[in-house]
């Protein structure tokens, strides 16, 4: 006679079945999930506050004639400086619709601090502004060389860039692509 291993055994082993399962499911369907939705929403909160960025830096050209390179001064410029609040508040005459440039973010409100860093993995922005020279040589009739001039440009174009790979605005060699992001 065979004698059959206890009622306990057999217990254990299902239970251990049943946990290995449920693990399983979890890692094969739960965990992709929350990872592509999380990847959706920085996508998307990334380029709008690039979107943002990139208004900013039309508002400062406008009143200073050129871009800014630095994401510290874009980002006081938006919360002191008073053209932006007028810009803000404005309203078209026809459509009656605000004419704010700014988009709201995802939790449904424009907050200006948040311009500094990504929301995947809080890197600061990537802003950089283009630095151009323009070299002409001065000669008189007879050849000889009086002069060169020399003017430097600062700030014609500028360039952001999230460091988590969600996108461009903007183009450092290229005035076609000035206020283009690459994702539109």
Request: charge should be negative.
């Amino acid at each position: 006679m065979v004698k059959s291993e206890p009622w306990y055994i057999h217990a254990g082993l299902y239970t251990i079945i049943v946990v290995l399962i449920i693990v399983l499911i979890k890692v094969a369907i739960i965990d992709p999930k929350e990872v592509v939705n999380e990847d959706k929403f920085n996508r998307k909160e990334s380029r709008l506050r690039m979107q943002n960025l990139k208004e900013a830096e039309i508002l400062y050209q406008k009143k200073f004639g050129k871009f800014s390179g630095d994401i510290n001064t874009l980002v006081d410029f938006i919360k002191n400086d008073p053209m932006i609040d007028s810009v803000m508040a404005a309203v078209d005459s026809v459509s009656k619709k605000s004419s704010n440039p700014f988009i709201s973010l995802s939790n449904g409100e424009f907050a200006p601090d948040s311009l500094y860093k990504t929301p995947k993995s809080q890197q600061r922005y990537i802003v950089e502004i283009d630095t151009s020279l323009s070299v002409d040589t001065v000669v008189n009739r007879t050849g000889k060389i009086l002069r060169v001039d020399s003017t430097i440009v600062i700030g014609g174009r500028y360039y952001i860039e999230d460091p988590d790979g969600y996108g461009t605005v903007g183009s450092l060699d290229n005035d076609a692509l000035k206020n283009t992001a690459s994702w539109e």
